[in-house]
């Protein structure tokens, strides 16, 4: 990376949620993260840790209580959610999320490459613009490039998925944001999508930001890891460091990072080794 402006820079931020009653949670405290452009950052904790509660801040489905929010430099704090899905993609880990069941694959590349212009659907599927979406879909080998006027409702919770992710970088977002996107998959689909991910992001060498449950697929995936715990980043690992790394040593980590605290079963979730699936 370079010394130029970051890509995303979170300074400050603190989110607390139903504050001053009962049930008062600080989901974020005083967190500051700084990715430059191309980074791919891993991001592990505890349930209740703060990390979908990070992405939709950056994704401005929640404004911070305090704190900054900058991309390319520019403040996002206050854009809001409207606004910022023009230059964030994100992957749910519902495969049913972010898709609209209803309409066909091409129709949901074409919302998905025009998002954030004022134009229609109508001219979104041109002869022209279905030998790209074949392109696209070629790419990641599940056939979907054939499948063209297919109705998502139809498609595999695999296939769903990798739909998500491709139509999430259609777009070239400045920021990827991935969600446990492949904690409802099985095995052999979970590491499918990951190896999607993998090339996608390789490939167009997007900044991304992906939450996981996964510690095994965290240390494989990216070039940094942070840890979080109770709203605040316990631990970071890049380099040599995270690639020397495992399972164990991240554990351990943790555990001496939070004063003892055990890591929940989520945590110590690890993939499952599978064959090569077939298809989606």
């Known amino acids: 990376m370079n010394d130029s402006t970051p ?41 209740g840790a703060g990390k979908s509660t990070l992405l939709s801040v950056v994704a401005g489905v929640y404004r911070p209580d305090r704190g900054t929010l900058y991309l390319d430099g520019r403040d996002i704090t206050k854009l809001g959610e409207a606004a910022t899905a023009r230059l964030v993609g994100r992957v749910f880990q519902d495969p049913m999320a972010g898709t609209a069941p209803e309409l066909t694959i091409e129709e949901n590349l074409a919302i998905a490459l025009h998002r954030g212009s004022r134009r229609g659907l109508g001219r979104g599927v041109t002869n022209a613009k279905r030998r790209h979406y074949r392109d696209v879909l070629a790419v990641i080998g599940l056939g979907l490039e054939d499948r063209l006027s297919t109705k998502v409702a139809f498609l595999s919770g695999g296939q769903r998925q990798a739909l998500c992710l491709v139509m999430a970088v259609a777009s070239r977002p400045a920021i990827l944001l991935l969600d446990e996107h492949t904690a409802a998959l099985d095995p052999a689909r979970a590491e499918l999508i990951t190896q999607i991910t993998a090339s996608e992001v390789a490939s167009h060498q997007l900044t991304t930001l ?60 690890k993939t499952e080794p599978s064959a090569k699936p077939a298809n989606g």
């Open 7 to 47: 890509k995303l820079q979170l300074d400050g931020i603190t989110k607390t949620f139903f504050p001053y009653s009962t049930n008062e949670r600080v989901a974020l405290d005083n967190l500051s993260l700084s990715l430059d452009d191309g980074d791919f950052v891993t991001v592990v904790g505890s349930n």
């Open 210 to 269: 992906m939450v996981t449950h996964n510690l095994e697929q965290a240390l494989r995936l990216g070039n940094r890891l942070v840890l979080m715990h109770e709203g605040k980043i316990e631990l970071e690992l890049s380099g040599e460091t995270k690639r020397q790394a495992g399972v164990d040593d991240l554990l351990t980590q943790f555990t001496l990072t939070t004063g003892g605290a055990a890591p929940d079963r989520t945590l110590l979730r």
